[in-house]
């Protein structure tokens, strides 16, 4: 069967099961955008290509299946390279289709030219520019393979207009083998030797934690972890890109470490004298200055890419390998050393009945708990508005399975502290790169990927300002996401830095309350736009937003300009250096 290439870029979309792209057109790209009309996928037109790759995270961070994306070429590539950034940092597979000019113009600085393959090189797990029409569909199966394999990642397919356009001879590869990838062979199960050298050290260990990360949640391996912690008793660190791989309604579970963590959990890490390491990455939030990161620890560490073994912290036992794999592995393990299922009691004479023994380690843990509980100023004016408060409401009126997303900066904090979060894939953040306008955009994918679920956007007035044309995409496409504003005038982490670290020289920190006015700019977009001033209308807020699944709903909760983010470690301190409120008992 002859196609064009453009046909045959769809066709193979197709054959990979992609439901949606999210895109936007133009004259490079627009060969591919015809047969687009007669697929049953289904494409989301964006108002600017950083939408189009955002919400292409917001799918993949909710379905596990990789995001979409299709731009042109030049300002169109360009515009969805933060996105491509930002999930190479956090792990997220994402495919982006750029359009290209004709391979005869390449290099001659054509009308929209721009070499995207090169800009791309180091924030891409691989990138393919096509010169044949030929290639296609093997490219597009290769491009899929490789975004979802070993430590998932964004790739890149570049197609010149002229390749678009010719003629190819239709086929679909039917093995790996077929994809021509030399050398890559993504390691999946753990060394055995190392594994059972994990499971005598966690038999050896007094004071363990496990340091769970966001690997676990891209290997499906929530319940391993589940597994691993309750039998083994080790209570859970979850990392901000891992909250809800562990229920924090379970005694085990100790909360986020690291910057913003919570007490119990920085210092938990600091104390202990193993640290289990699951798809983490050892993130310079996390460790605070490395030299005194849990200066007693031992470290196992388990990541499917070799080279995060040893590059910030060196590790006792270093295992290459798939999170879930090795964790089912350590379970077979720790079970052949006398741990059964979760409440049986060691076999006599086995290595697990001469375990150390945890009560006192978790009696300490508990101590923390107890003085140093997340908290802030309940006691000032009424007419006050916290944001923890908003948060807090916001929570206790969510169905079951709501799932949040947030943009970056005291916002996205608040909103991973004190939301409870009971189950995997219900918090979408942007965590390596820290991408400012990540909310909007990346709810609308996951609303997508999850239109059964409810989705708010936790959001910071700074954030919403940079995509919230987006919210035009989610009113002409029926998307009914739900955006809380979190206003307080300030770029807010920004200005808590300049306030405790810059002697309160606030340069350049200052938005503003009403301009723009968000319950107009909400409407204009299509949207229902509330606006909250005071506590008691928090309730009747969030409740009248609930009740409405036909649009768009924008909510201006106008809080407390000047609330910072606790507990807080400064910037290359030591974790032992960490700021907690000064609501809290002890407060340092």
Known sequence: MRITGAQALIKSLEMQGVEVIFGLPGGAILPVYDPIIDSPIR??????????????????QVTGRPGVAMVTSGPGAT?????????????????????????????????????????TMDITKHNWLVTDA????????????????????????????????????????????????PGYHPNIEGDPELVHRAAEMIL??????????????????????????????????????????????????????????????????????????????FDDRVTGKVSAFAPGAKVVHVDIDPAELGKVRRAEVAIAGDARAVMEEMLEALGSMGIGPEGSAPESGSPAARRPDLRPWISEIRGWQERYPL????????????????????????????????????????????????EP???????GAGTMGFAVPAAIGAKVGRPERAVWAIDGDGCFQMTAQELVTASAERIPVKVAILNNAYLGMVRQWQEM??????????????????????????????????????????DKANSIDDRPVVVDFRTDAFEKVYPMVPAGHSNDDIVVSPTEEGAR
């Open 134 to 181: 030929a290639d296609i569909p093997r490219t597009v199966a290769a491009a899929f393979h490789v975004a979802t394999t070993g430590r998932p990642g964004p790739v890149l397919i570049d197609v010149p207009k002229d390749i678009s356009n010719a003629q190819m001879e239709w086929y679909w590869p039917q093995t790996v083998e077929d994809l021509d990838l």
């Open 79 to 119: 515009n969805i390279v933060t996105p491509l950034a930002n999930a190479y940092m956090d792990s997220t597979p994402l495919v982006v289709v750029s359009g290209q000019v004709a391979t005869g113009s390449i290099g001659t600085d054509a009308f929209q030219e721009c070499p995207i393959t090169g800009v």
């Open 43 to 60: 494409h989301i037109l964006v108002r600017h290509e950083q939408g189009a790759g955002h919400a292409a995270e917001g799918y993949a």
């Open 501 to 542: 670290f810059y002697e309160e020289r606030y340069s350049e920190v200052y938005l503003s309350p009403d301009l723009p006015d968000y319950v107009k700019w909400a409407e204009a977009m299509g949207c229902v736009g509330l606006r909250v001033e005071s506590p008691e209308e928090v309730g009747p807020a969030i």
């Open 375 to 422: 908290t802030y100023d309940r006691s000032g004016d009424t007419g006050v508005l916290k944001p923890q408060q908003v948060v807090e409401s916001l929570r206790d009126a969510a169905e079951p399975g709501t799932i949040v997303v947030s943009g970056v900066g005291q916002h996205q904090m608040w909103a991973s502290q004190w939301w409870r979060f009971e």
């Open 425 to 431: 894939y219900t918090w979408v953040n942007s965590g």
């Open 204 to 281: 050896e260990a007094s004071r363990p934690v496990i340091y769970a990360g966001g690997g676990i949640l891209k290997a499906s391996g929530a319940q391993a972890l589940y597994e691993l912690a309750v039998r083994t008793g080790i209570p859970v660190v979850t990392t901000l890109m891992a909250r809800g791989a562990f229920p924090d309604s379970h005694p085990l579970c100790l909360g986020m470490p690291g910057m913003h963590g919570n007490y119990t959990a920085v210092t938990a890490m600091q104390r202990a004298d193993l640290l289990l390491a699951i798809g983490s990455r």
